[in-house]
């Protein structure tokens, strides 16, 4: 009787060949990480903005309601135009007959600073605080598909004044101390490298 011993085939050896080739896998792509990112080089912002990441919460509240108005202001100035033919755009009771933050006195307008809105010419809209804490006083300039958002972020701010067949231009609110919020850096240069 011939005896041979047959070892076992419990899969040792094709294991820890699997395991080494993902563990050098893992590694090459650890090190090639680095150079499949994106790379961004910003553009200073200018002395009269500031990058929405750089606001108190209370702003950022106030921020956020304002993008949401906007998109309603837009789009009740686009049914105006296409119903009525008419370039009309909402005014201080209708956006609070509509319950659109930040334009109705509730428990969130009180928190904020008690801000007193006007509707000053065509798209824009300013609201003044009037309590010492609370978000600042704000303008909001509709005209174009992105808000336009501006604070007073300084104590030398002076309130918009806009006449109502007066042409409202940008320079304006620099002059006046007013800060612009930058969402997003649109000078941005990207280049990918993957």
Do not use: C
């Not at 060949?17 to 050098?24: H, L, M």
Request: charged share 20%.
């Amino acid at each position: 009787m011939i005896r041979q011993s047959v070892a076992s085939d419990n899969g040792g050896k094709e294991g820890k060949w699997v395991g080494g080739i993902i563990v050098a896998i893992l590694l090459v792509a650890a090190g090639l990480l680095p150079f499949h990112q994106d790379k961004t080089q910003s553009q200073p912002l200018d002395t009269y903005q500031v990058a929405v990441t750089e606001l108190s919460p209370d702003e950022l509240a106030m921020v956020a309601e304002l993008r949401l108005a906007h998109e309603e202001i837009r789009n009740i100035n686009q049914d105006n135009r296409e119903f009525d033919n008419q370039n009309r755009w909402p005014n201080m009771a209708e956006l609070s007959e509509l319950w659109l933050a930040p334009f109705i006195e509730d428990k969130s307008w009180e928190r904020k600073g008690r801000h007193q809105w006007q509707h000053l010419n065509g798209a824009i809209y300013q609201g003044i605080r009037r309590e010492k804490q609370g978000a600042s006083s704000v303008i909001l300039n509709s005209n174009s598909p992105e808000p336009d958002i501006w604070l007073a972020l300084s104590q030398d701010t002076t309130p918009l004044v806009i006449n109502k067949d007066a042409v409202f231009e940008t320079q304006q609110l620099i002059d006046n101390g007013w800060t612009q919020i930058v969402f997003h850096n649109d000078s941005n240069e990207q280049s990918q490298t993957h």
